[in-house]
Protein backbone atom coordinates (compact mmCIF):
# COMPACT_ATOMS: atom_id res chain seq x y z
CA UNK A 1 0.00 0.00 0.00
CA UNK A 2 1.96 3.23 -1.07
CA UNK A 3 1.54 6.57 1.78
CA UNK A 4 -0.89 8.89 -0.55
CA UNK A 5 -3.25 6.22 -1.11
CA UNK A 6 -3.34 5.41 2.59
CA UNK A 7 -3.37 8.85 3.59
CA UNK A 8 -6.62 9.63 1.33
CA UNK A 9 -8.00 6.42 2.88
CA UNK A 10 -7.61 6.93 6.54
CA UNK A 11 -9.18 10.77 6.26
CA UNK A 12 -12.08 9.15 4.77
CA UNK A 13 -12.44 6.51 7.38
CA UNK A 14 -14.25 8.37 10.22
CA UNK A 15 -16.88 9.89 7.88
CA UNK A 16 -17.50 6.76 6.43
CA UNK A 17 -17.95 5.48 9.74
CA UNK A 18 -20.61 8.01 10.83
CA UNK A 19 -22.49 7.72 7.11
CA UNK A 20 -22.74 3.79 7.66
CA UNK A 21 -24.06 4.09 11.25
CA UNK A 22 -26.17 7.49 11.04
CA UNK A 23 -27.84 5.78 7.98
CA UNK A 24 -26.79 8.38 5.36
CA UNK A 25 -26.02 5.52 2.55
CA UNK A 26 -28.58 4.97 0.28
CA UNK A 27 -28.05 1.38 -0.50
CA UNK A 28 -29.29 0.82 -4.50
CA UNK A 29 -31.20 -1.84 -4.87
CA UNK A 30 -31.67 -3.91 -8.68
CA UNK A 31 -32.40 -7.52 -9.63
CA UNK A 32 -32.62 -9.85 -12.16
CA UNK A 33 -36.77 -10.81 -13.25
CA UNK A 34 -37.35 -14.12 -14.36
CA UNK A 35 -40.43 -14.24 -16.57
CA UNK A 36 -42.82 -16.83 -14.65
CA UNK A 37 -43.64 -20.07 -15.62
CA UNK A 38 -47.37 -20.74 -16.52
CA UNK A 39 -49.10 -22.91 -13.90
CA UNK A 40 -47.13 -23.79 -10.90
CA UNK A 41 -43.76 -25.84 -10.97
CA UNK A 42 -43.87 -29.31 -9.74
CA UNK A 43 -41.00 -31.38 -8.77
CA UNK A 44 -38.67 -31.72 -5.55
CA UNK A 45 -37.48 -29.47 -3.62
CA UNK A 46 -34.54 -27.11 -4.19
CA UNK A 47 -32.67 -27.78 -0.66
CA UNK A 48 -29.49 -26.41 1.16
CA UNK A 49 -28.18 -27.31 4.29
CA UNK A 50 -26.79 -25.04 6.98
CA UNK A 51 -25.15 -26.68 10.04
CA UNK A 52 -23.88 -23.07 12.79
CA UNK A 53 -20.92 -24.08 14.28
CA UNK A 54 -19.03 -22.54 16.91
CA UNK A 55 -15.25 -23.87 18.01
CA UNK A 56 -14.79 -22.40 21.61
CA UNK A 57 -11.29 -23.43 21.65
CA UNK A 58 -10.44 -21.18 18.93
CA UNK A 59 -13.62 -18.67 19.16
CA UNK A 60 -14.45 -19.58 15.85
CA UNK A 61 -17.92 -18.95 14.31
CA UNK A 62 -18.93 -21.29 10.91
CA UNK A 63 -20.66 -21.99 8.61
CA UNK A 64 -21.00 -25.88 7.28
CA UNK A 65 -23.25 -25.81 4.05
CA UNK A 66 -24.26 -29.70 2.38
CA UNK A 67 -23.79 -28.03 -0.86
CA UNK A 68 -22.72 -24.78 -2.64
CA UNK A 69 -24.69 -25.26 -6.02
CA UNK A 70 -28.14 -25.28 -6.74
CA UNK A 71 -30.67 -24.51 -9.71
CA UNK A 72 -32.19 -20.91 -9.69
CA UNK A 73 -36.03 -20.67 -8.03
CA UNK A 74 -37.77 -21.92 -4.78
CA UNK A 75 -34.74 -22.81 -2.88
CA UNK A 76 -35.67 -24.08 1.14
CA UNK A 77 -32.35 -23.49 3.56
CA UNK A 78 -33.13 -26.13 6.72
CA UNK A 79 -30.94 -23.93 9.36
CA UNK A 80 -29.28 -26.10 12.15
CA UNK A 81 -27.91 -24.20 14.71
CA UNK A 82 -25.85 -25.96 17.57
CA UNK A 83 -24.09 -23.22 19.07
CA UNK A 84 -24.72 -21.52 22.23
CA UNK A 85 -25.41 -18.27 20.65
CA UNK A 86 -28.17 -16.91 17.86
CA UNK A 87 -27.67 -16.46 14.47
CA UNK A 88 -29.26 -15.96 10.73
CA UNK A 89 -27.74 -16.43 7.69
CA UNK A 90 -28.66 -13.47 5.22
CA UNK A 91 -28.14 -13.85 1.32
CA UNK A 92 -26.84 -10.40 -0.79
CA UNK A 93 -25.87 -11.59 -4.10
CA UNK A 94 -22.58 -10.03 -5.55
CA UNK A 95 -23.07 -7.34 -8.67
CA UNK A 96 -21.23 -8.50 -11.73
CA UNK A 97 -18.25 -5.90 -10.48
CA UNK A 98 -17.39 -7.37 -7.82
CA UNK A 99 -17.48 -10.78 -9.35
CA UNK A 100 -15.00 -9.00 -12.69
CA UNK A 101 -12.93 -7.53 -9.61
CA UNK A 102 -12.39 -10.85 -7.57
CA UNK A 103 -11.33 -12.71 -11.05
CA UNK A 104 -8.77 -9.61 -11.27
CA UNK A 105 -7.63 -10.14 -7.68
CA UNK A 106 -7.06 -13.86 -8.36
CA UNK A 107 -9.59 -14.37 -5.41
CA UNK A 108 -12.52 -16.58 -5.69
CA UNK A 109 -15.42 -14.46 -4.66
CA UNK A 110 -15.73 -15.31 -1.01
CA UNK A 111 -12.20 -14.65 -0.51
CA UNK A 112 -12.51 -11.40 -2.17
CA UNK A 113 -15.70 -10.33 -0.38
CA UNK A 114 -14.16 -10.75 3.04
CA UNK A 115 -11.36 -9.18 1.97
CA UNK A 116 -12.78 -5.70 1.11
CA UNK A 117 -16.09 -5.94 2.65
CA UNK A 118 -15.80 -8.27 5.77
CA UNK A 119 -12.23 -7.38 7.29
CA UNK A 120 -12.76 -3.75 6.41
CA UNK A 121 -16.16 -3.21 8.06
CA UNK A 122 -15.13 -4.77 11.11
CA UNK A 123 -11.81 -2.90 10.87
CA UNK A 124 -14.50 0.81 10.81
CA UNK A 125 -16.31 -0.97 13.20
CA UNK A 126 -13.46 -1.30 15.52
CA UNK A 127 -12.37 2.06 15.13
CA UNK A 128 -15.38 3.68 16.66
CA UNK A 129 -16.73 1.51 19.55
CA UNK A 130 -15.53 2.63 22.60
CA UNK A 131 -12.55 0.08 23.73
CA UNK A 132 -12.11 -1.72 20.64
CA UNK A 133 -9.05 -1.27 18.58
CA UNK A 134 -8.92 -1.84 14.91
CA UNK A 135 -6.72 -4.85 13.66
CA UNK A 136 -4.48 -3.03 10.70
CA UNK A 137 -4.50 -6.83 9.33
CA UNK A 138 -8.52 -6.50 8.45
CA UNK A 139 -7.83 -3.07 6.55
CA UNK A 140 -7.12 -3.75 2.66
CA UNK A 141 -5.54 -2.00 -0.22
CA UNK A 142 -7.68 -3.49 -3.19
CA UNK A 143 -9.62 -0.16 -3.63
CA UNK A 144 -8.98 3.54 -2.72
CA UNK A 145 -11.89 3.86 -0.55
CA UNK A 146 -12.80 1.94 2.35
CA UNK A 147 -15.48 -0.08 1.35
CA UNK A 148 -15.90 -1.20 -2.26
CA UNK A 149 -17.67 1.02 -5.11
CA UNK A 150 -20.11 -2.06 -5.25
CA UNK A 151 -21.09 -2.65 -1.84
CA UNK A 152 -24.52 -0.23 -2.10
CA UNK A 153 -25.43 -2.88 -5.46
CA UNK A 154 -25.57 -5.47 -3.82
CA UNK A 155 -29.22 -7.32 -4.02
CA UNK A 156 -30.86 -9.25 -1.02
CA UNK A 157 -32.77 -12.15 -1.36
CA UNK A 158 -34.21 -13.77 2.18
CA UNK A 159 -32.42 -16.39 4.18
CA UNK A 160 -32.74 -17.95 7.19
CA UNK A 161 -34.25 -15.55 10.51
CA UNK A 162 -32.76 -15.07 13.63
CA UNK A 163 -32.58 -18.52 15.49
CA UNK A 164 -31.83 -19.17 19.14
CA UNK A 165 -28.73 -21.80 20.10
CA UNK A 166 -29.54 -25.50 19.83
CA UNK A 167 -33.14 -24.60 17.52
CA UNK A 168 -33.76 -25.33 14.22
CA UNK A 169 -35.79 -23.27 11.51
CA UNK A 170 -36.72 -23.53 7.88
CA UNK A 171 -36.73 -20.57 5.25
CA UNK A 172 -37.91 -20.89 1.46
CA UNK A 173 -37.09 -17.68 -0.94
CA UNK A 174 -37.06 -17.43 -5.10
CA UNK A 175 -33.26 -16.91 -5.75
CA UNK A 176 -32.34 -15.35 -8.88
CA UNK A 177 -28.99 -16.94 -11.06
CA UNK A 178 -26.01 -15.57 -9.99
CA UNK A 179 -23.31 -16.13 -6.76
CA UNK A 180 -24.55 -15.27 -3.20
CA UNK A 181 -23.05 -14.75 0.39
CA UNK A 182 -24.66 -16.55 3.68
CA UNK A 183 -23.82 -14.60 6.10
CA UNK A 184 -24.12 -13.70 10.02
CA UNK A 185 -23.63 -10.36 11.27
CA UNK A 186 -24.67 -10.91 14.59
CA UNK A 187 -21.83 -9.92 17.08
CA UNK A 188 -20.16 -11.48 20.29
CA UNK A 189 -19.45 -10.22 23.54
CA UNK A 190 -16.37 -8.45 22.74
CA UNK A 191 -18.50 -6.32 19.10
CA UNK A 192 -16.83 -9.19 16.63
CA UNK A 193 -19.28 -9.73 13.59
CA UNK A 194 -19.85 -13.08 13.59
CA UNK A 195 -18.89 -13.42 9.80
CA UNK A 196 -15.53 -11.54 10.52
CA UNK A 197 -15.03 -15.10 12.86
CA UNK A 198 -15.70 -17.16 9.96
CA UNK A 199 -19.34 -17.25 9.90
CA UNK A 200 -19.66 -16.96 6.04
CA UNK A 201 -19.81 -18.93 3.13
CA UNK A 202 -21.20 -19.07 -0.41
CA UNK A 203 -23.83 -20.75 -2.55
CA UNK A 204 -23.48 -20.40 -6.44
CA UNK A 205 -26.97 -20.20 -7.77
CA UNK A 206 -26.99 -21.41 -11.75
CA UNK A 207 -29.27 -20.08 -14.55
CA UNK A 208 -30.84 -23.83 -15.11
CA UNK A 209 -34.20 -23.67 -13.43
CA UNK A 210 -35.02 -26.03 -10.45
CA UNK A 211 -38.55 -27.41 -10.61
CA UNK A 212 -39.19 -26.98 -7.08
CA UNK A 213 -42.64 -25.61 -6.36
CA UNK A 214 -43.40 -22.59 -4.65
CA UNK A 215 -45.22 -23.34 -1.24
CA UNK A 216 -48.77 -23.53 -0.55
CA UNK A 217 -49.25 -20.36 1.81
CA UNK A 218 -50.81 -21.44 4.98
CA UNK A 219 -50.22 -18.00 6.83
CA UNK A 220 -50.26 -14.62 5.09
CA UNK A 221 -47.88 -12.09 6.96
CA UNK A 222 -47.90 -8.45 4.69
CA UNK A 223 -44.65 -6.96 6.05
CA UNK A 224 -44.15 -3.10 4.34
CA UNK A 225 -43.23 0.53 5.72
CA UNK A 226 -46.19 0.79 7.71
CA UNK A 227 -45.54 -1.82 9.78
CA UNK A 228 -46.32 -6.30 10.03
CA UNK A 229 -50.08 -7.17 9.18
CA UNK A 230 -50.83 -10.30 10.56
CA UNK A 231 -53.54 -12.00 12.66
CA UNK A 232 -53.43 -11.31 16.01
CA UNK A 233 -54.25 -15.04 16.76
CA UNK A 234 -54.47 -18.18 15.42
CA UNK A 235 -54.75 -21.80 16.35
CA UNK A 236 -52.30 -24.00 17.00
CA UNK A 237 -50.51 -26.09 13.99
CA UNK A 238 -48.14 -26.26 11.71
CA UNK A 239 -47.81 -23.41 9.29
CA UNK A 240 -46.05 -22.10 5.48
CA UNK A 241 -45.78 -18.79 6.86
CA UNK A 242 -46.04 -16.58 3.56
CA UNK A 243 -44.25 -13.57 4.44
CA UNK A 244 -45.21 -10.76 1.53
CA UNK A 245 -42.30 -8.10 1.45
CA UNK A 246 -44.35 -4.93 -0.60
CA UNK A 247 -42.20 -2.56 -0.44
CA UNK A 248 -38.50 -1.43 1.45
CA UNK A 249 -36.73 1.24 2.89
CA UNK A 250 -33.34 1.83 4.53
CA UNK A 251 -33.81 2.44 8.26
CA UNK A 252 -30.34 3.89 8.85
CA UNK A 253 -27.85 1.34 9.69
CA UNK A 254 -27.52 -0.58 5.94
CA UNK A 255 -30.82 -2.74 7.06
CA UNK A 256 -34.06 -2.98 5.42
CA UNK A 257 -37.16 -4.42 7.21
CA UNK A 258 -37.10 -8.32 7.87
CA UNK A 259 -39.42 -10.82 9.79
CA UNK A 260 -38.29 -13.08 12.52
CA UNK A 261 -40.45 -15.17 14.78
CA UNK A 262 -39.75 -14.96 18.84
CA UNK A 263 -41.55 -16.93 21.69
CA UNK A 264 -42.91 -14.72 24.35
CA UNK A 265 -41.94 -17.15 27.55
CA UNK A 266 -42.38 -16.26 30.82
CA UNK A 267 -40.14 -12.41 31.80
CA UNK A 268 -39.59 -11.70 28.36
CA UNK A 269 -39.42 -7.95 28.16
CA UNK A 270 -40.98 -7.05 24.93
CA UNK A 271 -38.98 -3.35 25.59
CA UNK A 272 -35.71 -5.38 25.92
CA UNK A 273 -36.88 -7.34 22.84
CA UNK A 274 -37.09 -3.71 20.66
CA UNK A 275 -34.00 -2.20 21.89
CA UNK A 276 -31.66 -5.46 21.07
CA UNK A 277 -32.53 -5.65 17.61
CA UNK A 278 -30.77 -2.61 16.32
CA UNK A 279 -27.62 -3.88 15.24
CA UNK A 280 -25.44 -0.51 15.35
CA UNK A 281 -25.76 -0.03 18.93
CA UNK A 282 -22.57 -1.30 20.53
CA UNK A 283 -24.50 -2.90 23.28
CA UNK A 284 -27.48 -4.62 21.10
CA UNK A 285 -27.70 -7.30 18.84
CA UNK A 286 -24.84 -9.43 20.47
CA UNK A 287 -25.35 -12.89 21.02
CA UNK A 288 -24.09 -14.66 23.82
CA UNK A 289 -26.42 -17.40 25.17
CA UNK A 290 -28.13 -14.50 26.95
CA UNK A 291 -30.25 -12.95 23.83
CA UNK A 292 -33.56 -11.49 25.46
CA UNK A 293 -35.87 -14.50 23.80
CA UNK A 294 -36.28 -17.18 22.32
CA UNK A 295 -36.05 -16.84 18.20
CA UNK A 296 -37.64 -19.59 16.39
CA UNK A 297 -36.63 -18.45 12.90
CA UNK A 298 -38.08 -16.62 10.31
CA UNK A 299 -36.90 -14.14 6.91
CA UNK A 300 -34.15 -12.16 6.18
CA UNK A 301 -33.86 -8.97 3.94
CA UNK A 302 -35.45 -9.12 0.67
CA UNK A 303 -34.73 -6.19 -1.28
CA UNK A 304 -35.02 -6.34 -5.23
CA UNK A 305 -35.90 -4.42 -8.06
CA UNK A 306 -39.51 -6.60 -8.30
CA UNK A 307 -41.05 -5.92 -4.75
CA UNK A 308 -43.18 -7.31 -3.93
CA UNK A 309 -41.47 -10.40 -3.62
CA UNK A 310 -42.43 -13.63 -0.75
CA UNK A 311 -40.45 -15.59 1.34
CA UNK A 312 -41.77 -18.60 3.43
CA UNK A 313 -41.00 -19.53 7.21
CA UNK A 314 -42.14 -23.13 7.71
CA UNK A 315 -42.89 -23.54 11.75
CA UNK A 316 -44.60 -25.48 14.15
CA UNK A 317 -46.98 -23.21 16.31
CA UNK A 318 -47.69 -24.00 19.81
CA UNK A 319 -50.40 -22.81 22.08
CA UNK A 320 -48.80 -19.67 23.88
CA UNK A 321 -47.91 -15.99 23.54
CA UNK A 322 -45.67 -15.01 20.19
CA UNK A 323 -44.53 -12.26 17.93
CA UNK A 324 -43.69 -10.78 14.74
CA UNK A 325 -40.50 -8.64 15.24
CA UNK A 326 -37.99 -7.01 12.13
CA UNK A 327 -34.44 -6.19 12.85
CA UNK A 328 -34.53 -2.27 12.16
CA UNK A 329 -33.79 0.21 15.36
CA UNK A 330 -36.42 -0.03 17.40
CA UNK A 331 -39.45 -1.88 15.72
CA UNK A 332 -42.68 -1.28 18.15
CA UNK A 333 -42.02 2.66 17.16
CA UNK A 334 -42.50 1.40 13.02
CA UNK A 335 -45.23 -0.90 13.54
CA UNK A 336 -42.88 -3.52 12.82
CA UNK A 337 -43.20 -5.38 16.33
CA UNK A 338 -46.72 -7.09 16.42
CA UNK A 339 -47.50 -9.90 19.65
CA UNK A 340 -50.03 -12.83 19.02
CA UNK A 341 -51.75 -15.72 20.50
CA UNK A 342 -51.70 -19.36 19.79
CA UNK A 343 -55.02 -20.66 21.35
CA UNK A 344 -57.09 -23.70 20.50
CA UNK A 345 -60.79 -21.22 20.16
CA UNK A 346 -62.66 -21.71 17.61
CA UNK A 347 -63.15 -19.23 14.76
CA UNK A 348 -59.88 -18.37 14.64
CA UNK A 349 -57.81 -18.46 11.87
CA UNK A 350 -54.94 -21.61 10.90
CA UNK A 351 -54.90 -25.53 10.46
Excluded at 219 to 247: C, H, K, Q
Excluded at 252 to 277: A, K, N, Q, S
Aim: glycine share 10%; net charge negative.
Amino acid sequence: MNGPKHANRRTVLRTTVATLVGGGLVMKRGGATREPSPGKPQGRRNDVGIVAEHDHDADEHRFELDRREVASGWTTFEFDNRTDHTHLAYLPRLPQRALSDAEKEGMDPLEFYVETVTRPFQFLWDSEVPGKTPDSADDTDVYDSVLPPWLEDLVFYGGPGLTSGHGSSTTTVDLDPGEYIVECYAKDDTNDFHSSLGMIDQVSVTSEESDAPEPDSTLDISLSTDGIDAPAEVRPGRYDVGVEFENQQQYGPLVGHDLHLIRLEGGTDVEEVDGWMNWADPDQFVSNGDEPTTFLGGVSDIWTADLPRTGYLHVVLEPGDYAWVAEVPDPASKGLLAEFGVHRERGLPGQ
